[in-house]
């Protein structure tokens, strides 16, 4: 599960081409934010797990505000996904963690769908499709390996 966390917010990590006034200049703005990025989003996927990344919210929307025109779409479905879960799990006054052995008893029928929708969506194709498109860009634009 945290390979797959990871994958998803390395995705959105590798459309980032930075914020200049060419395309040469947002490239490289974009792979120096993506590799001081790295080593923080590497360790929160080996030592604190996928629901971490929640934490790492605001650091990836700074990214997705650099990435290039092309990548727009595969950081709004990326980012819309995770703040979904954000606000679902704080509605619910739960945490990832909650979630580790499931819904937790005593959760509402209509909160414990609310849940169980924004981890499907999460971990749903389009989802994991926006992620794979900005690992991939990340690896071609600026040969940083985000996973």
């Known amino acids: 599960m945290r390979r797959a966390w990871l994958a998803v917010v390395l995705v959105v ?3 980032l081409t930075g914020c200049g006034d060419s395309a040469s200049d947002r490239r490289e703005s ?10 923080e989003l590497t360790r929160t996927a080996d030592e604190a797990g996928a629901g971490a990344f929640l934490g790492l919210l605001p650091t990836l929307e700074e990214l ?3 990435s290039p025109s092309d990548l727009k779409d595969e950081w709004q479905t990326y980012l819309g996904s995770l703040r979904t879960m954000r606000d679902v ?6 945490t990832p963690a909650d979630l580790a052995a ?3 008893d005593g959760t509402d029928d209509d909160t414990a769908a609310e849940v169980t929708a924004a981890v499907r969506n ?3 194709p389009q989802t994991r499709a926006a992620a794979s498109a900005i690992t991939q860009q990340a690896l071609d634009v600026c040969g940083v390996q985000i996973l």
Do not use: K, N, T, W
């Open 13 to 15: 990590l590798g459309v």
């Open 30 to 39: 974009y792979c120096a934010a993506l590799e001081e990025a790295q080593p």
């Open 64 to 66: 997705a505000a650099e």
């Open 89 to 94: 799990l704080a509605s619910a006054d739960l």
């Open 102 to 104: 499931g819904i937790p």
């Open 122 to 124: 999460l971990r749903g």
